[in-house]
């Protein structure tokens, strides 16, 4: 069971702030930089996924093509040679100088809609020797996990959204309760409000 202060800290960034948020369009996702198998692999986790929330995907999002961007590539100096992602990421140059100053494996980045909700992401993955071990089923159920809802950029610094049972890695069912009960059409797509971590509570029957 989880405490209010709990699912509070999983939507409170590290400077204090807490900060919801969910996508607010259906999801067209596309993936660089791996081969069929594995791109079978991370549509499998983000349909998983989508059936849990009850959220749509699309085959393309009429304003931006594809609005989930899973990039994977060996190397940060890849990406300023990704046709027009400069247009997409501003300030590509100086994120990246300082991604590889503090040798980042993997940054996410979000874009929103007017009232707030989710309106694209971009994932970016640097298969370092760290990653690459990581089974890909995990991997990009992880990484589908932590796209879907504006988690706490410190929600999963010290234990993962998933969980390993037997063989089978799989969500943990705290987390995924709290996924489908962010998108309850009730609640609202984008909070800043602390209270809105009781409210996610009351749909999970999580106990304080």
């Known amino acids: 069971m989880m405490a209010a202060a709990e ?26 930089g791996v081969k069929d198998e594995t791109l079978a692999v991370v549509k499998g986790a983000l349909e998983a996924v989508m059936a849990l929330s009850g959220h749509k995907m699309a085959e393309t999002d009429p304003e931006l093509g594809s609005n989930m961007m ?29 991604l590889k100053a503090v040798d980042a494996n993997q940054y996410r980045i979000f874009h929103f809609e007017p009232d707030g909700a989710i309106k694209a992401c971009f994932v970016f993955l640097r298969m370092d020797e760290n990653l690459s071990a990581v089974p890909a089923e995990t991997l990009a159920l992880s990484q589908i996990v932590q796209s879907v809802l504006l988690w706490s950029d410190t929600a999963f610094k010290d234990r993962s959204p998933l969980a390993v049972v037997g063989e089978r890695t799989i ?8 996924i489908r009960a962010a998108y309850d059409p009730v609640l609202p797509a984008q909070s800043t409000d602390v209270s809105h971590a009781l409210r996610l509570m009351a749909r999970v029957g999580l106990a304080q």
């Open 7 to 32: 699912v509070e800290a999983l939507f409170t960034r590290g400077d204090g702030q807490f900060a919801f948020a969910r996508w607010g369009r259906p999801i067209a996702p596309v993936v660089f």
């Open 171 to 178: 969500l943990r069912p705290e987390i995924a309760g709290l």
């Open 70 to 98: 899973l990039f994977f590539f060996r190397d940060w100096d890849e990406l300023p040679e990704v046709p027009g992602l400069d247009r997409l990421i501003l300030d590509l140059g100086p994120l990246l100088d300082r």
